[in-house]
Structures are given as structure tokens and as C-alpha cells.
């Protein structure tokens, strides 16, 4: 018996404790990544998930990222569920496990709907030891019926796009909320996450995520077919046209698959937080403008909400926690998630989450830490945020008090971008005077960076402190390390001379070098040696290209590659009787030349650019018919000429200009004649510094 054959007789198969259902199966995996999926296979049959970030580092490859990052998570493992366990999830497209394995452990039971074997094995595999994890393996619409109508949730994450694919008919997207949403409980609600095809990420030049094509969604799909995706106006339009009353948009950052902060509408981004953007692990993109600047301005205009990369719409009730931040690309023990959330008496307030068993210990030290530096800044003008440790049954979280105010480092940004430096520096000695405070009390914290102080009037106020240590730390060290990062974070602030604010704390170069040394030393104490995102994507990621500095290589390029002709009549060369050649370049490194040249011209010069360069002559012709070039006394220059040893290509020299006024003549006297010629050269050309066409030539 086949093993297709087998599977429809049992239906029923086993991974560990995971059930995979195949009553529905085909036989036949209709979508497929080809050899990645048996990598992939592999993988989670033999490594445990503790040693998925070792594989992502070993293999240096986007799939194996993709499928098997802990951050793909992130996007659904903020939701607040039901306490006790109780929920039930549908999860439509579960592909290969990457959004069930936060689901199982936040809910009760967990239905996965997926159309490959192949990736339900790997889920499957990945997930072994949850119980509580069942996969019907087929085609949507088949399953779709027996599916029963009591889930607290439905999840489609990356899915929703596949409409038109899966659904089909006139109005895809519309058909498949009505099919899915018998499917909910009272109460229950539908998380769709989803790319916004108005996604700022797109006007700056990443390719669209299905198509990788550039500006497919801004120019609304032209081709029809396939995957398809939404800005927020066109989610809406079906939401209400499937009678939807109730929804609520979240909006992921950088994106939904690499959430690192999820904002809302009633907690927005402020300026300048927004510059984890060069994203790009899955192809080359283009990068046409700044997008931290870009977002900056959108927000003024209060447009973000149009241009975020990503959505995570909810439809039914909205949930109470505000804004989101991830920090779990850190070694297990420091890894944390922090929530803006509304407490019962709707006050806002932040709390601190341990996203391991092992950074429990962490945040436990948080409350310690708020004790230690409240002491130590009594009678300083430097409030600390007060926090406390809370406990629900195995959850522990530190809570914060929610500071009103503007960041130091916002205020600075506006120093900077009115010219205001001296401005600039007296809130950097405000900085130092106030968190150098009693700097001999043994306890510090390593981070007071100035996005971590909000201002309001007078009221200076550390809110994160995460990093405290228990000795004293010199203030001229923490105010280098919090300008480095402020440099850092944005190119802009370049502006502003490093060394100048060295010359304001009495840092050295020789200490410098040190505290630099110290940062690097920190990162890899707060990551444990792993990678960052951003390193990942230096490994994997594609190649970013600018294309205005095309544009800028293009004009220099006008004013240099340039071909100017001079033609002698028997009174020597003249710049009066000189002209260009319009378009006389085809692309960078070829020129193609057909020239009029009267009767009574004896001989002709031609200066191929205005730069030391190196030339290979392909072909003269006289009126159609070949000039030779070799063994007379036809062509001279300015440069070394080479001819080629086989006579055959003698009449294709090279020749090598150590000048920046390149030039080489062609005497005309001994050619038949008209009233009228035609001069036709082609060659190939190539810039040269000045130095190597010395050597050259």
C-alpha cells in the first residue's frame, strides 16, 4: 500500500503528541518551496527548538530565518488571552509552525489549517511536545464545514492576501470573512495580519513581499492574479461590506514577520522612533529616500496610520494594551517584552514581561533597581520611574508608572534641525549635571541613553533602567556611551562633532577607544554572542542600492563622458571648428560614433571623455568600407597605442590616455572621396585613475 493510500485509510497521524488529520488531504502538496522544506525537515527532526538560533547563524540563509525565528511569534504573542488556558484557536495557513507554537502556549486547544503535508510535518515535528495542537492537512473550503463555531479566535497571519487563490469567485476577500466568521464564539475575534500595499517601505524601494516586484501595490496589482494586499481603506471597505461593526488596526514595526513594537491609535509613534528600517533578508531593494525621516513627517501630518509597513487588524473587540516593544533578540535570560496597557480604572501604565523562564531573575532585579537609584538620586533633580513587582499565578511582571513628557533625545533633534547647537549642549550639560548626581553611590545605570528621559518643565525623568549594576559608574562614561548611541541611531545626527562633545566631558581619544570597547563588550553580554537582527541581515540580507547616486554619477558621468570631435582642414586643430556628439555613449563603457565629415577635411581628432582612461577601437569605417589602422601612419594619440599580435585584429588597438584631455586622430588624406563621408567608429571605454593610466601609458 502507496503512502498516500495509507494516510486516507488511517487519516489519523501521530508527531509526538500533535495529531495531524488527513481526512481531507488530496495526496498531493499543491504549494511547495522546493529543497528548503526537506532542509527545514530535517532541522526540527533533529535539533531541539533551544538550538534554532545556532542553525539560523550555521546556515546564513533567509527560509531557514524566516520559518524559524522566535521572533515571527511576536506578532500574536502579545495577545491577552483568556487566563486559565481556556481559548480555542484557529489558525488558518499555519505553514510551518512559525505562529502555532505561541498560540499552543497561550490557549487551549489550537486547530491548524494547512494545505501542505510537507509543512504540517515540519509544525508538527517543531511542536511535538504540544498536546494540544491538532492539523488538518487539505484544502481550505473542504475542511471549512466540519470546523466547529465556537473559537475565541481566528488567526491568519500572512494568509488573508491568498484570497483570490483559495476563495476565488468575484469577490474573494469579502466570500472568505463570510466563511470565516460563522466560525468565531461570541465575543470572539479575527486577527488578520497583513503588508499594506501603501507601506512606506515600498515608496522608499523594498520590492513588494509576494511579487518581488517594485511598486506592484502602489500601481493597485495591474496584473490581477495572485497574491493581492490592502492599504487601510480597503480592509475597511470589506470588513463593512461582510457586516463587520467592530474592528481595530495595529500596526507592527518594522513588519508583521520581524515585529519589534506594535503601536495603535491611541498610542502612535513620536518622532525619531522609528529607524530599524533597512529590512531587506529576502532580496535586493532600492533605497530611494530616508525613511526615518520620511515617517518623522508623517507623523506631524498625523498620517501614519496610512503608511505603516504592516497591519494586524482585529475584528471584534479591541484589546487594552496600547503599545508593545520586543526585545528577544537577547540571550534568553534578558529577554523582556514591555506593554503600554489601561489598568480597570482605565489608568495607562507599563509593565515589563519576561519571555523566557530564565529572565524571570531580570525583572525580578527591576524593582530592585528602582530602590537602589531612587536612593541614590534623593535630593538630586533626576525622578525614577517607580516600579513594582506583580504576580498572577506563574506570571510575574514589573509595572512602571506611565511618564507623561518629551524625550531628551526628541528635544535634541530639534536643537539639530534649527542649527541651535549651542542649545543642543545646554541640555547635554543639563544631561550630566543631573544623572552624574552623587556618582560616588554604588549603584548606576549603564542606559540612561536620552531617549530614555522624558521631560515635562523641569521634571526630568529616568523610565528605563533595566540595565543597573551595582557600582558606581563614571558620568563622564555614561554621558559618551549616551551620545554614541544617540550618533548612532540616526545619520543625520552627524552633524553634530563628536569631538566637541568629547571636549565638553574631558574624554580622551585613548578613553574613547575604551568605552567604545565597553559598548561592544555590553551588546555581546546582552545578546550572549548571538547575532542581532541587524547583523543577520548584513549576513543574509540583499544588496541596498541608491539610485541618486546614480543620478549624481550619472551627472558627474555628463560633464566627463563626453566625446568631442575636431576636425583639421589643412589649418591645424581649432577649439572654434571643435563640436560634441549628442548620445555619442551607449550605456557606460561603449561609444558609437557616426560621424558627417565633408571632402576637404584632412584629418580628424577625436577626445573619447575628459579623464585618464584606457580605449579599445572595435571598428573604423570609411563610407561602409574598413579602415586599416595598423602598419601606417593612420592613427595617433596622446596615449600608449597597443595593436594585437594576430594580423587579423590589427586594426582593433587599445590604447591607454594617462591625461585628462584624451585624444586620438584618424588622418583622412589618403581615403577615397565625396563631397559628403561617413565616419563610423565603435569602442569600448573605461575611466582610469589618473595614477594606474600613468603606469598604463
Not at 484570497?163 to 463570510?178: C, V, W
Request: hydrophobic share 35%; charged share 30%.
Amino acid at each position: 500500500m502507496g503512502q498516500n493510500e495509507n494516510l486516507k485509510k488511517n487519516k489519523i497521524e501521530e508527531i509526538g503528541k500533535v495529531k495531524l488529520d488527513y481526512s481531507d488531504y488530496s495526496g498531493e502538496d499543491l504549494y511547495c518551496d522546493g529543497d528548503v522544506e526537506d532542509e527545514l525537515l530535517e532541522i526540527v527532526k533533529h535539533r531541539p527548538p533551544s538550538d534554532y538560533a545556532d542553525v539560523i547563524e550555521e546556515r546564513n540563509s533567509w527560509p531557514i530565518l524566516y520559518h524559524l525565528s522566535p521572533l515571527r511569534g511576536n506578532i500574536l504573542d502579545w495577545v491577552p488571552f483568556p487566563a486559565g488556558k481556556s481559548a480555542r484557536v484557529l489558525e488558518v495557513g499555519s505553514g510551518c509552525g512559525a505562529i502555532t507554537g505561541v498560540l499552543s502556549e497561550k490557549a487551549g486547544s489550537v486547530t491548524c489549517v494547512e494545505l501542505s503535508r510537507k509543512r504540517s510535518l515540519i509544525n508538527a515535528y517543531r511542536h511535538r511536545e504540544c498536546g494540544n495542537i491538532t492539523i488538518h492537512v487539505g484544502n481550505f473550503r473542504e475542511i471549512e464545514p466540519k470546523l466547529p463555531k465556537d473559537f475565541d479566535f481566528i488567526c491568519l497571519t500572512g494568509v488573508f492576501e491568498y484570497g483570490q487563490d483559495y476563495i476565488g469567485g468575484e469577490a474573494p476577500y469579502e466570500d472568505y470573512l463570510k466563511i470565516l466568521l460563522p466560525h468565531l464564539a461570541e465575543e470572539g475575534r479575527l486577527l488578520i495580519a497583513i503588508e499594506n500595499k501603501y507601506g512606506l517601505k515600498y515608496f522608499a524601494g523594498c520590492r513588494e513581499d509576494h511579487l518581488g516586484t517594485y511598486f506592484s501595490g502602489i500601481e493597485n496589482y495591474q496584473d490581477r492574479k495572485g497574491a493581492r494586499t490592502f492599504g487601510r481603506n480597503g480592509l475597511e471597505q470589506i470588513f463593512r461590506s461582510c457586516g463587520v461593526e467592530e474592528y481595530h488596526f495595529y500596526y507592527p514595526y518594522p513588519d508583521y514577520k520581524f515585529m519589534k513594537m506594535l503601536y495603535s491609535d491611541a498610542y502612535l509613534p513620536g518622532k525619531g522612533e522609528l529607524s530599524d528600517n533597512i529590512r531587506n533578508f529576502d532580496r535586493d531593494r532600492m533605497l530611494l529616500f530616508d525613511e526615518k525621516s520620511a515617517f518623522d513627517g508623517l507623523m506631524e501630518e498625523g498620517l501614519f496610520p496610512l503608511f505603516s509597513n504592516s497591519y494586524l487588524a482585529v475584528i471584534g473587540k479591541g484589546f487594552d494594551i496600547k503599545y508593545v516593544k520586543y526585545s528577544n533578540d537577547r540571550a534568553p535570560e534578558y529577554a523582556v517584552r514591555t506593554e503600554i496597557a489601561i489598568d480597570e480604572e482605565g489608568a495607562a501604565f507599563v509593565k515589563k514581561c519576561p519571555l523566557s523562564r530564565e529572565a524571570r531573575e531580570h525583572v525580578r532585579g527591576m524593582a530592585a533597581s528602582f530602590e537602589q537609584l531612587r536612593e541614590r538620586y534623593r535630593g538630586g533633580r533626576l525622578d525614577i520611574n517607580a516600579c513594582c513587582l506583580e504576580e498572577q499565578g506563574e506570571d510575574l511582571w514589573a509595572r512602571f508608572a506611565f511618564v507623561r513628557g518629551t524625550s531628551l533625545a526628541e528635544l535634541m533633534d530639534g536643537c539639530l534641525e534649527k542649527g541651535d547647537i549651542e542649545g543642543f549642549y545646554r541640555y547635554f550639560r543639563e544631561y550630566i549635571d543631573r544623572v552624574g548626581y552623587n556618582s560616588e553611590y554604588p549603584a548606576a545605570d549603564f542606559d540612561p541613553i536620552f531617549s530614555n528621559v522624558l521631560v515635562d518643565g523641569d521634571r526630568w525623568t529616568l523610565i528605563d533602567y533595566e540595565w543597573t549594576f551595582g557600582k558606581p559608574v563614571e558620568t563622564k562614561e555614561l554621558a559618551f556611551r549616551a551620545l554614541y548611541c544617540y550618533l548612532l541611531e540616526d545619520g543625520k545626527r552627524e552633524r553634530l562633532q563628536l569631538s566637541r562633545a568629547q571636549r565638553e566631558i574631558a574624554v580622551t581619544e585613548e578613553e574613547a577607544q575604551k568605552y567604545r570597547a565597553a559598548e561592544q563588550a555590553f551588546q555581546r553580554f546582552v545578546t550572549g554572542d548571538r547575532l542581532a537582527m541587524c547583523q543577520l541581515r548584513d549576513r543574509i540580507g540583499g544588496k541596498v542600492t541608491a539610485p541618486l547616486d546614480w543620478i549624481d554619477k550619472y551627472e558627474d558621468s555628463a560633464q566627463i563622458n563626453r566625446v568631442q570631435i575636431y576636425e583639421d582642414k589643412g589649418e591645424g586643430f581649432a577649439e572654434e571648428g571643435s563640436y560634441f556628439v549628442k548620445d555619442a555613449y551607449e550605456g557606460e563603457n561603449r561609444i558609437a560614433l557616426e560621424l558627417r565629415v565633408a571632402g576637404d577635411v584632412k584629418q580628424l581628432r577625436v577626445d573619447p571623455a575628459f579623464a585618464p582612461c584606457a580605449v579599445k577601437i572595435q571598428e573604423v569605417a570609411w563610407n561602409g568600407e574598413p579602415v586599416a589602422l595598423y602598419g601606417r601612419k593612420v592613427l595617433r594619440a596622446n596615449g600608449r597605442i597597443a595593436f594585437p599580435g594576430k594580423k587579423g585584429d590589427r586594426n582593433c588597438p587599445s590604447i591607454v590616455f594617462p591625461t585628462e584631455d584624451p585624444g586620438f586622430t584618424i588622418a583622412l588624406g589618403k581615403l577615397p572621396r565625396r563631397e559628403e563621408n561617413v565616419l563610423c567608429i565603435r569602442m569600448e571605454i573605461v575611466r582610469l585613475p589618473l595614477a594606474m593610466a600613468q603606469d598604463l601609458g
